[in-house]
């Protein structure tokens, strides 16, 4: 029994016809007539029946509308009471994102855009496995994960799994990040050949989290100069700037327009090897529709992904 049910059948009594009653609650007849049945399917019971002027309560259904009345005026005494005594509620938004730092920017211009409709923002970090489970728990709304893109097919089993949906918003190749410590840092040189990456040591986030039905994003096959693994991005920045290591991850540059690159880092393009496209997507519940504040969000991260000119054609971020 659903509290729309009661109000169909009241208004059908109070008119004592489906085709008035259907015309005042802005249903269809046949839709009307539909609800109705069932409801009187799980009563195991009619409420009404046809007569020359209409419909007409049955002697059960004459019970049935009193209380049924008496219950909406319940519903309507406890909506009265909470908006005379309710406060304005603040928007409130969780993320869960891979390190990425457009999405922190993202955050940052929504809060700048909302400052005075006091909204609330949260901002997990993980690896990709963490923010999926933080999503599908409902610990965060939104996610920001990435993939190798000849995984699709078991991404989206995944997703299915964690009743999530998704939205791929860019691909991107992979690239190598060094720091001050590394000898090609001081140099003119843009890209690298894949296997001279061999004699430098690898630092790489943890994905030891990841299921065995989506495992690590970049180390699937065993790497012999993998020598670091972090769990954070300050940690990575430190040992990039001390060292010859280098980091793996993917070239983004339409997404990280005017967000400057950690002091004392740059990126080199990988060139030979398996050089894979990696798929950025945002991550939702399949089953909660979006509120206005998460909607924004994965627009403006489309858009940050997607326009070259995003500060000309969106000022209202500025």
Request: glycine residues 4%; hydrophobic residues 40%; charged residues 25%.
């Amino acid at each position: 029994m659903k509290l729309e049910q009661l109000v169909h059948v009241v208004e059908v009594a109070n008119t004592q016809s489906i085709s008035k009653a259907a015309s005042n609650l802005l249903l269809s007849q046949p839709g009307l007539s539909a609800s109705i049945k069932q409801l009187e399917y799980e009563l195991g019971t009619e409420l009404f029946v046809r007569s020359k002027k209409g419909v007409e309560l049955t002697a059960v259904g004459s019970s049935f509308v009193i209380y049924a009345k008496r219950v909406l005026e319940q519903v309507d005494a406890m909506e009265a009471l909470c908006k005379e005594q309710s406060k304005p509620v603040c928007p409130t938004l969780s993320v869960a994102a891979c390190h990425f730092r457009f999405a922190s920017a993202a955050v940052a211009m929504l809060l700048k855009k909302h400052r005075n409709d006091g909204a609330r923002f949260v901002v997990r970090n993980g690896v990709s496995s963490d923010c999926i489970d933080w999503v599908a728990d409902g610990v965060c709304d939104i996610g920001l994960v990435y993939y190798k893109a000849d995984e699709e097919k078991e991404f989206k089993k995944l997703m299915q799994l964690k009743q999530l949906r998704y939205e791929i918003i860019h691909q991107a190749e992979v690239q190598v990040t060094i720091g001050r410590g590394h000898p090609l840092y001081s140099t003119d040189v843009t890209e690298i050949d894949a296997r001279e990456l061999l004699r430098y040591p690898m630092v790489a986030h943890d994905q030891t989290t990841a299921k065995d039905y989506f495992r690590s994003v970049f180390l699937h096959a065993k790497m012999d100069n993998l020598r670091t693994i972090i769990t954070d991005r300050a940690s990575l920045y430190d040992i990039l700037e001390f060292t010859d290591s280098y980091s793996m991850g993917i070239s983004n540059e339409i997404a990280y327009q005017n967000i400057p690159r950690p002091y004392g880092t740059r990126a080199l393009k990988v060139v030979g090897g398996n050089n894979a496209t990696r798929n950025v997507a945002w991550i939702a519940s399949a089953n909660v529709e979006f509120m206005p504040l998460a909607k924004e969000l994965t627009e403006l991260l489309s858009a940050l992904c997607t326009q070259a000119d995003f500060k000309q054609n969106h000022p209202e971020y500025y």
